[in-house]
């Protein structure tokens, strides 16, 4: 890899399975910085899209709900299903889960955990489809491949898109639906260039910078 070239989307997701250096199938990772301002409220992107080849990895569901919606959460294939013995053991310091759903009617009960959850870019928000009343339809996303992102205080989205195992193919798809969805967004008050950069990488190995040219449609 020539640290000092930038590569075609397409092959940054070949290049990414040959530097790999891990035993095991390490995740790989989009890194997109964007020409916004997060402290500006409509500049602060944030939202979801279903990958076409999935993340390769099976996600754990807590969905916090009331009685009535218990049954249907869990035939969707929810890990974890309630509501006030949840809250208290997230109150506790447990997190053990990659998505939290919740339906509207819980969320004044939830908004307390928003100083645990949100840091963990865990607490539920409609922006993303994990406030609903249809449980069940946001439990299969989720399964099926359905990601969220945000943008950090710096102005960048990390976002899991495959694994190296992920053919390259697979791999160059599922990043290009995550940049439509993230150029879909771009804001109207945003000046400039708003496909700063952006780069892959899988874990433990170096960054690939790719050519935000090679991306935009």
């Known amino acids: 890899m020539d640290k000092n070239k930038s590569y075609s989307l397409k092959e940054a997701s070949t290049l990414v399975k040959d530097i790999n250096c891990t035993k095991f199938d390490s995740s790989v990772d989009l890194h997109i910085r964007l020409g916004v301002d997060p402290k500006k409220a409509d500049q602060a992107i944030?939202?979801?899209?279903?990958?076409?080849?999935?993340?390769?990895?099976?996600?754990?569901?807590l969905v916090l709900c009331t009685p009535d919606?218990?049954?249907?959460?869990?035939?969707?294939?929810?890990?974890?299903?309630?509501?006030?013995?949840f809250i208290a053991q997230i109150e506790g310091g447990w997190t053990d889960v990659d998505v939290i759903i919740a339906?509207?009617?819980?969320?004044?009960?939830?908004?307390?955990?928003?100083?645990?959850?949100?840091?963990?870019?865990?607490?539920?928000?409609p922006k993303t489809g994990?406030?609903?009343?249809?449980?069940?339809?946001?439990?299969?996303?989720?399964?099926?491949?359905?990601?969220t992102f945000k943008v950090d205080k710096a102005g960048i989205i990390h976002a899991s898109i495959g694994r190296v195992s992920f053919?390259?193919?697979k791999i160059e798809q599922n990043s290009q639906e995550l940049i439509n969805a993230i150029i879909k967004l771009k804001p109207a008050t945003a000046k400039g260039t708003y496909l700063k950069g952006l780069s892959m990488a899988a874990t433990m190995s170096p960054g690939i910078v790719i050519d935000t040219k090679s991306v935009q449609n």
Request: net charge positive.
């Open 103 to 125: 339906t509207p009617a819980t969320m004044p009960k939830i908004g307390k955990l928003g100083k645990i959850l949100g840091p963990r870019n865990l607490m539920p928000n």
């Open 69 to 85: 919606k218990e049954a249907a959460a869990k035939e969707a294939g929810a890990d974890f299903v309630g509501l006030d013995d």
């Open 167 to 169: 053919a390259p193919e």
């Open 46 to 61: 944030r939202g979801s899209v279903t990958l076409p080849h999935g993340t390769g990895k099976t996600k754990k569901v």
């Open 130 to 147: 994990t406030v609903t009343n249809d449980v069940a339809a946001a439990v299969n996303e989720v399964k099926g491949g359905k990601i």
